[in-house]
C-alpha cells in the first residue's frame, strides 16, 4: 500500500473503540430521534462501510443476526436509522443509569 493511500485510511479510521461508536450511534437516536444514515456518518466521523456493519451489529437481519435495537427505513430515496422497541427500552435504561 502506497503511503498515501495509508493516510487516506488512517484519516478515515476513528480512534473510538467499537462499544464506544455504538454507545454514540444509540446516544444519539435517543436524543434526536430517526436520523439518515449519512447524517449518523458526518457526527459520529465514521466512513459508509464502518456505519454498515455498525447497523449490522445493531438491527436486525435473517441472515447476520443482530441485537434488534435499529431498524433502516427507506423516506424519500435516504436510508434513516430508527429505533425497535428494544432500543427505545434499552435507551430508557441508559437514561435511567445515567441519573
Given at each position: 500500500?502506497?503511503?498515501?493511500?495509508?493516510?487516506?485510511?488512517?484519516?478515515?479510521?476513528?480512534?473510538?473503540?467499537?462499544?464506544?461508536?455504538?454507545?454514540?450511534?444509540?446516544?444519539?437516536?435517543?436524543t434526536e430521534g430517526p436520523v439518515s444514515v449519512a447524517r449518523a456518518?458526518?457526527?459520529?466521523?465514521?466512513?459508509?462501510?464502518?456505519?454498515?456493519?455498525l447497523l449490522l451489529l445493531l438491527g436486525c437481519s435473517e441472515q447476520?443476526?443482530?441485537?434488534?435495537?435499529?431498524?433502516?427505513?427507506?423516506?424519500?430515496?435516504?436510508?434513516?436509522?430508527?429505533?425497535?422497541?428494544?432500543?427505545?427500552?434499552?435507551?430508557?435504561?441508559?437514561?435511567?443509569?445515567?441519573?
Amino acid at each position: 500500500m502506497s503511503p498515501d493511500r495509508k493516510a487516506e485510511n488512517d484519516r478515515n479510521t476513528p480512534d473510538a473503540a467499537p462499544e464506544d461508536l455504538i454507545i454514540a450511534l444509540l446516544r444519539m437516536l435517543c436524543t434526536e430521534g430517526p436520523v439518515s444514515v449519512a447524517r449518523a456518518c458526518k457526527s459520529l466521523g465514521l466512513p459508509r462501510t464502518q456505519m454498515e456493519r455498525l447497523l449490522l451489529l445493531l438491527g436486525c437481519s435473517e441472515q447476520w443476526g443482530g441485537l434488534h435495537y435499529v431498524r433502516p427505513e427507506e423516506q424519500r430515496g435516504r436510508t434513516i436509522i430508527t429505533l425497535t422497541s428494544e432500543g427505545r427500552a434499552l435507551c430508557a435504561q441508559m437514561q435511567a443509569a445515567t441519573e
